[in-house]
T-cell receptor, first 117, second 112 residues
Framework: DAGVIQSPRHEVTEMGQEVTLRCKPI?????LFWYRQTMMRGLELLIY????????DSGMPEDRFSAKMPNASFSTLKIQPSEPRDSAVYFC???????????????FGEGSWLTVV | GQSLEQPSEVTAVEGAIVQINCTYQ??????LSWYQQHDGGAPTFLSY????GLEETGRFSSFLSRSDSYGYLLLQELQMKDSASYFC?????????????FGSGTKLNVKP
């Protein structure tokens, strides 16, 4: 498998614009996570899905953030409108079902580096 | 909620042994993981401990004491390529679902 695939890898956008980050998890994985990483706050769990269903979005910072998973192979994280403080690396990650061989392992994508100016 | 504490930075010389500690407070604790992240890269899985004791994988070992809410990552025979950030992460179980929360990371500097 190619691993978790994220796009875009880098994005620079102006404040107020809509940003859409995309993720393709590893085939067969039941869990999908969105994390945000900054120097100040480290790796924050924003939201996670199980079998395409959002389970916990308590980490989503504001209503400006939304995430969807329309099918098992695709998820999006949208920021509208974007603000400079949203600048961060956004990681998508996936994990197999608990109890399966490596169900305790999270596989991260390479991240989407977002800069809002 | 949950909290994890680990040192922000550690420096060691090539060939040495270094231990990175992690203390945690959380409900629904299932296990403790360690991840490595090189600058500009993605976190990659190193180890997972669900039970007390030491798990060894090559030059890296990880230890867990559930009663002390404490774990550590031990890196032996340090190499320059081990310079990276190391994160501990707790796996929490809530209503049969997994959640993984990460510490703030320890930056390891390996010097010649």
């Amino acid at each position: 498998d190619a691993g978790v695939i994220q796009s875009p890898r880098h994005e620079v956008t102006e404040m107020g614009q809509e940003v859409t980050l995309r993720c393709k998890p590893i085939s067969g994985h039941d869990y999908l996570f969105w994390y945000r990483q900054t120097m100040m706050r480290g790796l924050e769990l924003l939201i996670y899905f199980n079998n395409n269903v959002p389970i916990d979005d308590s980490g989503m910072p504001e209503d400006r953030f939304s995430a969807k998973m329309p099918n098992a192979s695709f998820s999006t994280l949208k920021i509208q409108p974007s603000e400079p403080r949203d600048s961060a690396v956004y990681f998508c990650a996936s994990s197999p079902k608990t109890g399966q061989g490596d169900g305790n392992t999270i596989y991260f994508g390479e991240g989407s580096w977002l800069t809002v100016v | 909620g949950q909290s994890l504490e680990q040192p922000s930075e550690v420096t060691a010389v090539e060939g040495a042994i270094v231990q990175i500690n992690c203390t945690y407070q959380t409900s629904g604790f299932y296990g403790l993981s360690w991840y490595q992240q090189h600058d500009g890269g993605a976190p990659t899985f190193l180890s997972y401990n669900a039970l007390d004791g030491l798990e060894e994988t090559g030059r890296f070992s990880s230890f867990l004491s559930r009663s002390d809410s404490y774990g550590y990552l031990l890196l032996q025979e340090l190499q320059m390529k081990d310079s990276a950030s190391y994160f501990c992460a707790v796996r929490r179980g809530e209503n049969n679902f997994n959640k993984f929360y990460f510490g703030s990371g320890t930056k390891l500097n390996v010097k010649p």
